[in-house]
């Protein structure tokens, strides 16, 4: 894939986004699935066969059915598991009514604060919170970056050469740019010798590094392995070489809304595990929904891509991590001091019970 089909494909993105409003609804065809456990493990069925003292429990609320907005934010094969649930019907299964909607990250927190949509599926970041605004995650798919850093044609990679090098990110303090700052530190670059741009988009870093405007950048899967397949583009760390403790595509949502609608936070992670255990049977398929969403019909770098997203998806659960916060909190700190007195448990929704109660 060339920097020009990247730049075509750039101006695609507003579009992705208006088709994903207008028709990334769960499907209703899905076949027909029991209703989901209780946070307690108690099905409807099992608690009308139970004792007195079970029947004379209060039963929580079914989920309610109205449309549910989740927005995604960002071309990348880690947002798998969401697009599967959507279009395989696994939110529907779980009485979850679900629209799938694209934003672009600088605007998707606003939204989140408007309530023009409901859940956000999002990296792990402190910011919101520092703002004084009440959001909890209550789940995540993965537990790390399945992220690369890649330089531009001809980039010297000492640590003296790379000094004062412009690095391309997506925003500060997103998973691109932690793992930016994680990778150069490792390699004894102080990060804040470079001069960080950012882009708002993932495709835009590789276009600016094939064209050499930018010096270097960080890049998920599908790009990784353009990138990595490109002979004129530098490998600073190969996908897969570092390890950087991350959250992406977490469902993030206010914390009132969550308390009012456990039933339904419930059945969105019981969309992402039943995705997830469909991806790991149904390959072709998988990479049929992911490069839909991506307009990537490449099928070496889907393949691949697959592969790698089967190492991240769900593993080892589908749990708030908390080293990732930690390190989104400790990153945060250095550019917004608000961030300081946050606490990792303040970003944990009940301790990750709707959650736990999947394992």
């Known amino acids: 894939m060339d920097s020009l089909r990247i730049a075509r494909r750039l101006a695609c993105w507003l579009l992705i986004g208006l088709l994903a409003a207008c028709g990334g609804a769960a499907s209703n065809t899905a076949p027909s699935k029991p209703a989901a456990a209780t946070p307690g493990g108690t099905s409807p ?3 009308a066969a139970g004792s007195a003292t079970a029947a004379a429990a209060p039963a929580p609320p079914a989920a309610s059915g109205k449309p549910i907005t989740i927005a995604w934010t960002a071309a990348a094969f880690d947002y798998g ?12 299964a779980h009485g979850v009514n679900v629209q799938l909607q694209f934003i672009e990250v600088s605007a998707s927190f606003q939204a989140l604060v408007a309530r023009d949509i409901e859940v956000l599926a999002t990296a792990s970041d402190p910011s919101l919170r520092a703002q004084g605004v009440d959001v909890k995650y209550f789940g995540s798919p993965m537990h790390a970056l399945n992220l690369g850093l890649y330089g531009r044609q001809g980039l010297q990679t000492t640590p003296a050469a790379l000094a004062g090098k412009t690095v391309a990110a997506t925003n500060s303090g997103s998973a691109t740019d932690i793992f930016a700052r994680e990778v150069l530190g490792r390699m004894g670059v102080d990060p804040a010798s470079m001069q960080f741009l950012y882009t708002q988009n993932i495709p835009s870093i590789y276009a600016g590094i094939d064209a050499g405007q930018f010096d270097l950048g960080p890049l998920p899967p599908p790009f990784a392995f353009t990138a990595e397949a490109n002979p004129a583009l530098v490998k600073l760390a190969a996908l897969g070489t570092v390890r950087v403790p991350f959250m992406t595509a977490a469902p993030l949502a206010q914390t009132d809304w969550i308390r009012a609608h456990e039933a339904e936070a419930s059945g969105i992670l019981q969309g992402y595990k039943d995705a997830i255990v469909f991806a790991r049977a149904n390959e072709p398929e998988t990479k049929a929904i992911v490069g839909k969403y991506l307009q990537l019909d490449d099928e070496r770098v889907l393949k691949l891509s697959y592969d790698r997203a089967l190492e991240f998806w769900g593993v080892p659960d589908l749990t ?10 400790e990153y945060g700190a250095r550019v917004n001091p608000a ?6 448990e303040e970003f944990v929704y009940d301790d990750n019970r709707l959650a736990n109660a999947l394992r």
């Open 339 to 344: 961030v300081q007195s946050l606490t990792i």
């Open 45 to 47: 069925a099992a608690s």
């Open 81 to 92: 598991p969401l697009w599967i649930a959507a279009d395989k019907g696994f939110f529907a």
């Open 320 to 329: 708030v991590d908390r080293d990732a916060l930690k390190l989104a909190i």
